[in-house]
């Protein structure tokens, strides 16, 4: 059995996934580990198990923390957060992208002195980052979607739920909430 197969989903103490995007999962071994370290509960199990000379163990597909963990209220400033934040959409042309055919923009460009903040930085596909160059935005014919702000964390969980994983066990539909339809 793979390290990669049959990963537990992980529940805060309030049943609610410490993360939805990237989904909050780990191994079935780290989730044996915890349930015998008596760090989390196990909600719901796979069919299959996992035998040690004593004994057999069903794997846990759902675990939920004892101890509730407080998210971050201020999340870093990363270009994966960014990008989350704007959807994954080019702040221009309203396209999505997957995040590799993303780029940072500079609403005041580093050559202007623009710093790299919340507040400065859109994400961009290639294309209109180029089309904008150095420019200030007003000196060009483009429009921006939306002003960027510093987002919360309940902010980027709230859009990271419009990004479902490619894969969702049947024991996790009860503990995930997303904005868009799941198929079976």
Not at 45 to 53: A, C, F, G, I, T
Request: hydrophobic share 35%; aromatic share 12%.
């Amino acid at each position: 059995m793979s390290a990669i197969q049959n990963p537990a989903l992980v529940l805060n103490a309030d049943f609610r996934p410490l993360s939805y995007y990237p989904l909050s999962l780990c191994s079935w071994q780290d989730a044996i580990k915890a349930v015998f370290l008596e760090r989390v509960s196990v909600i719901e199990s796979y069919d299959k198990e996992v035998r040690s000379p004593n004994t057999a163990f069903k794997l846990p597909s759902v675990i939920a923390l004892k101890d509730y963990v407080t998210p971050q209220r201020k999340p870093a400033f990363t270009r994966f957060n960014v990008f989350l934040r704007d959807n994954f959409t080019c702040q221009y042309c309203t396209e999505r992208y997957p995040a590799s055919e993303l780029t940072f923009d500079h609403l005041i460009p580093k050559c202007l002195n623009g710093k790299t903040t919340w507040e400065n930085v859109v994400s961009a596909c290639t294309s209109c980052n180029l089309k904008k160059g150095r420019k200030l935005i007003q000196n060009t014919e483009m429009k921006l979607i939306k002003k960027p702000i510093r987002p919360t964390s309940i902010q980027l969980q709230n859009n990271g739920r419009n990004f479902p994983p490619n894969f969702l066990h049947e024991t996790w539909r009860d503990y995930l909430y997303w904005d868009t339809e799941l198929e079976n």
